[in-house]
């Protein structure tokens, strides 16, 4: 039987080649991509057509499948040897999201340890890592839902549900399960600019699964907290330091800031696969910058004065004393810090 709240499919390998969900028509038009090698996946991850941490992951996995098959058959030999230069194309494709790296480092330990025929158990470990994070996601939205008390009102930014994953979503995951247990009052999501990912993408999902969401400016944010419309703000994350530092969609840290002053509590949901124990805290996390004109236009049309420069963060830092709870598959930190993001790592 589906699950009535994960109808949404992303990420889909029909007949040995990859099919993405085109997120960049969203909401005009519903249209897969079909893609059959590494080169046109790192694409469409730099392009957009595929976008949120753990969707980036599953995609590149996939990548590399695609990349064994091309590499094997033209040389049984020195695939291996050729494939290298795949896994580094895959990883410069966007430098924030961790879960990148974590997927092809997955599939690089696989590479050293196949004698034969790469693709199937290539293919299988990808499908793992896909069908594991579904798992997780529905874990983490039951974790999180549990610290909802019926009658809430909740804010995301950005779009962390099943477009951003492998399915259900980390943010949205929390979101679908509190509001299947019947505890929201309202669902709000921030229009997210300059991409409006909160707009076409957040909105659009919640309401192909029956949840009823409105829209808010990021301007009007501290209004809609002040009026008491909101007890918790709920994002995603592309990556979290080791002292429980968190990477997100740009206009997250403001989120935060203003959930602070107003008494609003901030809960964050990822998979331990977004932290990174290697970077000690946020401001070691590096920021991806996109062309400015992705601010100066809407939908291929100049808005902005002429002569006018744009500065564009993809991301920024919320520091982990503004955030209540981080929420993953593996349980949850509360007040979270290094001490406590080593412990949960360790089990």
Not at 308 to 322: G, H, I, K, S
Not at 329 to 337: C, L, S, T
Request: with cysteine.
């Amino acid at each position: 039987m589906q699950d009535p709240l994960n109808t949404i499919k992303p990420i889909i390998w029909r007949d040995d080649a990859l099919e993405l969900l085109d997120q960049r028509l969203l909401p005009a038009k519903t249209e897969y991509i079909k893609l059959t090698s590494v080169e046109s996946v790192a694409d469409a991850i730099r392009d957009m057509v595929v976008r949120g941490a753990p969707a980036i992951g599953i995609t590149a996995a996939y990548g590399v499948v695609l990349a064994a098959q091309h590499r094997y058959s033209t040389s049984i030999l020195g695939w291996k040897e050729s494939i290298a230069q795949d896994l580094e194309l895959l990883a410069a494709a966007r430098p924030t999201a961790i879960n990148l790296f974590w997927a092809i480092d997955k599939m690089r330990d696989l590479i050293h340890e196949i004698t034969d025929d790469p693709v199937d158990r290539l293919l299988s470990v990808a499908r793992q890592i896909h069908q594991e994070d579904i798992r997780d996601n529905k874990i983490m939205g039951d974790f999180g839902a549990s610290f909802i008390k019926a009658g809430s009102g909740v804010l995301t930014h950005c779009n962390a549900g099943a477009l951003a994953t492998g399915g259900y979503g980390t943010a949205l995951g929390v979101v679908r399960s509190a509001w299947q247990q019947e505890k929201l009052s309202n669902v709000y999501a921030n229009e997210t600019r300059p991409w409006l990912q909160g707009a076409r993408l957040t909105a659009w999902e919640l309401l192909q699964d029956n949840i009823p969401v409105t829209l808010v400016a990021e301007g009007a944010v501290s209004a809609l907290m002040m009026a008491g419309e909101v007890e918790w703000f709920v994002v995603g994350s592309d990556r979290i330091a080791a002292n429980g530092d968190v990477a997100n969609k740009i206009g997250t840290l403001a989120g935060a800031v203003q959930a602070k002053y107003h008494g609003i509590k901030v809960m964050v949901v990822a998979p331990t696969s977004t932290i990174d124990m290697v970077v000690p805290n946020g401001n070691t996390i590096p920021i991806e910058h996109r062309s400015g004109d992705e601010l100066l236009q809407l939908s291929g049309q100049t808005m902005a004065a002429d002569g006018a420069t744009a500065w564009n963060p993809v991301f920024d830092v919320t520091p982990a004393a503004l955030i209540d709870v981080i929420v993953t598959e593996k349980g949850v930190i509360e007040a979270p810090d290094t001490a406590k993001i080593a412990s949960l790592m360790q089990n």
